[in-house]
């Protein structure tokens, strides 16, 4: 968790969401690279001078953003990129080596029925690198117990655990398994190999209709301080994320959320 990227919007949750990012990458000793990717389209020849505006209150904007955090001891480098959201913080990602993407539910100030907004939910749905999904408003404190549900345990993708593995050893937290066994079940589903038992306190097995509908139902039971899901195609949030936003009335929790870009 060296490298942690902090893409931001217009939201009024943007200060609070930032000092959370340079509290955590300070537990782990990290950079924070704090963004803003914007599109510009003008009539030709208006272009350049567009940009260099744009370009300039983007980052005047990012400054003044990180003058009214505690950065401690943290480093923290803004940068404006120009492009499609996600394909230009992929690249910022690569060039960046980044570990971890921390993501604000709402990157801009819309209606409080939205859980996850439209740009929040592309970056969740579509990039492929592991996220942290802080809610507004949330103080960085030590997470002491995981809750990590899936509907397959089956991990062949190498290192996909690593950023549960990370916060686990820095924290010394606890992690309890919830295995959701859906009409999508193939034999071998619920093996969970040295890997991640190694991880894992307690395992509890349910049958749901979903991964997501699975969490619903025993997320208070267990009451963690951290919810762990995977990122995948018919993975948790499948139906729900069809549609880049999300409404509360679907989901919503108190908690930050994890998402592993996937094990296999």
């Not at 509890?204 to 979903?210: D, I, L």
């Not at 009451?223 to 936003?245: H, I, M, Q, S």
Request: with cysteine; glycine share 4%.
């Amino acid at each position: 968790m060296k490298n942690i990227l902090v893409p931001v919007g217009s939201s009024e949750n943007a200060v609070s969401h930032l000092q959370y990012a340079v509290d955590f990458a300070e537990a782990f000793g990290g950079k924070v690279f704090v963004v803003q990717v914007y599109n510009v389209f003008t009539k030709a020849g208006t272009m350049i001078k567009v940009d260099k505006i744009i370009e300039k209150e983007s980052l005047s904007f990012l400054k003044g953003l990180v003058d009214k955090v505690d950065t401690k001891n943290v480093d923290v480098i803004v940068k404006t990129l120009k492009g499609d959201l996600i394909d230009t913080l992929e690249l910022a990602c690569k060039a960046a080596d980044v570990d971890l993407v921390l993501v604000e539910p709402r990157t801009n100030s819309i209606k409080d029925e939205v859980y996850l907004g439209k740009t929040s939910g592309k970056i969740i749905k579509r990039m492929d690198v592991p996220a942290l999904i802080v809610p507004e408003g949330y103080k960085f404190s030590k997470p002491s117990s995981i809750l990590m549900a899936i509907k397959s345990a089956i991990i062949k993708k190498e290192n996909a655990l690593q950023p549960l593995k990370d916060i686990t050893t820095k924290f010394n937290a606890t992690v309890d398994l919830l295995l959701v066994k859906t009409p999508y079940h193939d034999e071998g589903d619920f093996d969970v190999n040295e890997e991640l038992s190694s991880l894992v306190r307690n395992t509890t097995e349910s049958v749901n209709a979903t991964t997501f509908q699975g969490v619903l139902e025993h997320f208070q039971s267990h009451n963690p301080d951290l919810l762990c899901v995977v990122r995948r195609k018919r993975g948790f949030f499948a139906k729900k994320w069809e549609k880049d936003t999300i409404l509360r009335k679907d989901f919503f929790i108190k908690t930050p959320v994890l998402v592993l870009s996937g094990l296999k």
